[in-house]
């Protein structure tokens, strides 16, 4: 009998580990690879905390889909040993498409290809390693097993996924209304026809979680600092790509360059499988590495960006509900160019303006359902009496505006 592996994870304690197949795909450079990859992008601008990676997230969330399914089977519906090891083995393969910054610099250096696609491309290379060992778990990640709620727990709107990565990043970052309870939310799943439900006892741990992806968002992932430093990144790497464009020589690893010195189509990207083993290659140190070096780049304004990005000299960044009015962007825009000496084409790297939203619940196909009693299954807004649901299904837009610190905004967007 193959020994149990134990991880101790500060969230969960031990994780225990005895698939043998399992601890395979664990050691293999592609997983291995989410430990050069922050979970958080760059949110340890806001939060020195938060350094916990992608490949904490892999084996929090595994060890989530396992205690899922312990609850699913003791309640007495069947689950095999081989859909167990694949609906493991889906989750912890589910972020493996993540690139260097996760989201950051997802439209950066691929802009025509998602992390989901290279996600299954990867699993695919995987699979065809080890002789369809994965056919399984694809299936279920790819949502085509017919029994749906594998794909629900991977991929929903209660997922394991969002149940790991609030409690995780909640506890690294140290804000604490992040925090759920997942071992109340797990042990409240049933099965209605091959699809997952929640007991109708479960619906006051539900608007817990749901508030407190609503928090995270706008105190976490979408906090204006955080904002700040991601848009001085993707300009840092705008600008490197449009300088190796021009001709212009800039040092950085051979997998980056690959992907500095041309936009690749889906279509580029699949038919050569060079692409996939050179993105493998890249991680968050790739970036890091370059920017060091471009700091004391000729090109005086990537060495600009660079250099203040390093000693966390951000951009300053202001939320609103409207957009900056067009006489005030105006306005800063004739300062910056005056106090840079640039041109009006380099202000682009310099004055950033977009918008994002928060949606904690969305109402549609991929609903929460509640089983009750009598066994009849509704959607969680028409089975719940508390405002606070319909609430959070209300999508809330902001717009920032990002511009160097040299140019104070007083007040917000608004004023």
């Not at 359902?369 to 837009?397: M, R, Y």
Request: glycine share 4%.
């Amino acid at each position: 009998m193959f020994p149990t592996k134990i991880i101790n994870d500060p969230i969960y304690g031990f994780i225990k580990i005895n698939n043998p197949f399992i601890l395979k795909l664990i050691d293999h450079p592609f997983v291995q690879r989410l430990k050069r990859i922050k979970q958080l992008g760059l949110a340890e601008f806001v939060y020195p905390g938060a350094h916990h990676t992608r490949f904490h997230h892999a084996l929090g969330a595994m060890h989530l889909m396992v205690e899922a399914l312990n609850n699913l089977r003791a309640k007495g519906y069947q689950v095999s040993d081989d859909e167990m090891e694949a609906a493991e083995i889906a989750i912890l393969l589910h972020d493996i498409g993540h690139g260097p910054f996760s989201h950051v610099l997802e439209y950066t250096l691929l802009n025509h290809v998602h992390h989901e696609e290279i996600s299954n491309l990867i699993m695919e290379k995987l699979n065809k390693h080890f002789n369809g060992r994965l056919n399984l778990a694809i299936s279920m990640f790819d949502d085509t097993y017919p029994r749906k709620f594998f794909h629900q727990l991977i991929s929903s709107q209660l997922d394991v996924d969002r149940l790991d990565y609030l409690s995780r990043d909640s506890f690294y970052t140290g804000v604490r209304e992040g925090f759920i309870g997942s071992e109340r939310l797990l042990s409240m799943l049933d099965l209605q026809d091959e699809n997952l439900v929640m007991e109708e006892k479960g619906i006051y741990s539900i608007e817990n979680f749901l508030m407190a992806r609503r928090l995270m968002y706008w105190q976490v992932y979408l906090h204006k600092t955080a904002i700040a430093g991601e848009t001085m990144l993707i300009q840092i790497l705008r600008r490197a790509k449009d300088l190796i464009i021009q001709g212009k020589k800039l040092s950085c690893s051979k997998a980056l360059m690959l992907f500095l010195k041309k936009e690749y189509t889906w279509e580029e990207f699949i038919a050569d499988p060079n692409l996939l083993i050179a993105f493998t290659d890249l991680d968050d140190h790739d970036v890091w590495a370059a920017i060091k070096t471009w700091k004391d780049a000729d090109d005086k304004i990537l060495s600009l960006l660079c250099t203040h990005f390093l000693s966390r000299k951000l951009f300053t960044c202001k939320l609103g509900s409207q957009p900056l009015p067009k006489s005030k962007r105006t306005e800063i825009s004739e300062e910056i160019k005056a106090k840079l000496d640039i041109s009006d084409e380099e202000l682009s790297y310099f004055v950033i303006e977009g918008s994002t939203s928060n949606s904690a619940y969305v109402q549609g196909d991929n609903t929460i359902k509640i089983v009750d009693k009598l066994g009849h299954v509704v959607e969680l807004t028409e089975a719940s009496d508390l405002p606070t649901i319909q609430a959070l299904s209300k999508i809330v837009k902001k717009y920032y505006f990002c511009c160097p610190k040299s140019v104070y905004l007083q007040g917000d967007l608004n004023a």
